[in-house]
T-cell receptor, first 114, second 112 residues
Framework: AQTVTQSQPEMSVQEAETVTLSCTYDTSESDYYLFWYKQPPSRQMILVIRQEAYKQQNATENRFSVNFQKAAKSFSLKISDSQLGDAAMYFCAYKRNTGNQFYFGTGTSLTVIP | DTAVSQTPKYLVTQMGNDKSIKCEQNLGHDTMYWYKQDSKKFLKIMFSYNNKELIINETVPNRFSPKSPDKAHLNLHINSLELGDSAVYFC???????????FGQGTRLTVV
């Protein structure tokens, strides 16, 4: 079974600084999808960014970018110019190209220090 | 328009009661899910339905039963509620291949 590991239960960052959240996954598939979800205190699960494994280019969404290392099975999230509103729980997730099952990591709680 | 909506948002009930949480999606997705998020924020898949067929059923007690009257709805029924059932329950939907899961706003269930 696929597993997703987030080795940082908690992280903190100064406002306006940059922080990187780590995620590794285990799979024997060559085609799959990776996601980062944000869960603020409101508890709504919000998609931050998505990466298709067949794309070599790292996905970017405004201040959020990923470092996708397919051979290393690593998918880290970089948040630039951190804002107070970025404080949340962040979940890394994996999905195979076929089928509908998502695998979530255990989450990283991000604190933004004013 | 809300893409995935679940009701109620909060549910407080006594042990032994039976309760239901409703979920509806207007995205035309073919798969819907129920996740349980415990106090440590771990997300655990409970069920998923694809075209009215149960395709995932993790080690969930028989007291939990999903009901899908149609492709747009997946309700969760819980019988004989226990203290350990207290958690946040999320409904989600997706389309096979190439899309993310869209989540409802969650239902915080508290069993007293």
């Amino acid at each position: 079974a696929q597993t997703v590991t987030q080795s940082q239960p908690e992280m903190s960052v100064q406002e306006a600084e940059t922080v990187t959240l780590s995620c590794t996954y285990d799979t024997s598939e060559s085609d799959y999808y990776l996601f980062w979800y944000k869960q603020p205190p409101s508890r709504q699960m919000i998609l931050v960014i998505r990466q298709e494994a067949y794309k070599q280019q790292n996905a970017t969404e405004n201040r959020f970018s990923v470092n996708f290392q397919k051979a290393a099975k690593s998918f880290s999230l970089k948040i630039s110019d951190s804002q107070l509103g970025d404080a949340a729980m962040y979940f890394c997730a994996y999905k195979r190209n076929t089928g509908n099952q998502f695998y979530f990591g255990t989450g990283t709680s991000l604190t933004v220090i004013p | 328009d809300t893409a995935v909506s679940q009701t109620p948002k909060y549910l407080v009930t006594q042990m032994g009661n039976d309760k239901s949480i409703k979920c509806e999606q207007n995205l035309g997705h073919d798969t819907m899910y129920w996740y349980k998020q415990d106090s440590k924020k771990f997300l655990k898949i409970m069920f998923s339905y694809n075209n009215k067929e149960l395709i995932i059923n993790e080690t969930v007690p028989n007291r939990f039963s999903p009901k899908s009257p149609d492709k747009a709805h997946l309700n969760l029924h819980i019988n004989s509620l226990e203290l350990g059932d207290s958690a946040v329950y999320f409904c989600a939907s997706s389309q096979e291949s190439r899309t993310e899961a869209f989540f409802g706003q969650g239902t915080r269930l508290t069993v007293v």
